[in-house]
């Protein structure tokens, strides 16, 4: 390789490392493709058992509240407010698969499920629909974040949240840990002062 290839290759390689960005998730929660990707262990790609039709799955299943489903419509065509995570939660053959159903105006987790691979199809072992919740899978846990909202909070500032984490043992999940974390309500409204310039 010529000295003027190998300089042109390093170039290419330091400008697609330079995008900018501040890491995997800037803010809100993360897509399912992330989530499957950083879960999944590379040597075991035969865990797979491919895509899902999520919506289905929530319509059919009979665990899911009928105020969820009632909910659960597209935003735009055929684009509904539902992301999808796949990952080994619960040691079965193929991933399990975590599914959060969201309002399409702002978002808000109203519900948020697991399902296992059983029998040639799929087990709802996990749920929870108060809102707003959004569970997400982290180095083979089950991660759910519910945020708490005082008598007087607007929806984009909530007063606190719990974020318990489950791993799975004897046929079921069990809490592992529990945080709570309370939001400063002087930082972020409307009627936080500027900042002194001293």
Known sequence: MTASAVIAALALFASACATGGTGARDEGPAGADSVASTTTP??????????????????QDPKVSAAVK????????????????Y?????????????NVMT??????IGSY????????????????????YAEIDRGDLVVTQQLY?????????????????????????????????YSNAVGGADSPAPDAN
């Open 114 to 133: 697991v399902y296992r691979a059983e029998g040639g199809g799929y087990r709802n072992v996990f749920r929870a629909e108060e809102p707003p919740v």
């Open 87 to 99: 990952g080994n939660l619960t040691g079965g053959t193929a991933d399990d698969i975590v599914v």
């Open 150 to 182: 005082g008598k007087d909070d607007p929806v984009s500032y909530p007063s606190s949240e719990e974020v318990i984490t489950y791993g799975w043992s004897a046929g079921r999940f069990a809490v592992e840990s529990r945080i709570h974390n309370d």
């Open 104 to 109: 399409c105006g702002d978002a808000v987790g």
């Open 42 to 59: 590379a040597s075991t790609p035969s865990r797979r058992s491919g895509r899902v039709d999520a919506v289905r799955l929530v319509r």
């Open 70 to 85: 009632r909910d659960l419509k597209p935003c735009v065509a055929d684009e509904y407010p539902v992301d999808v995570s």
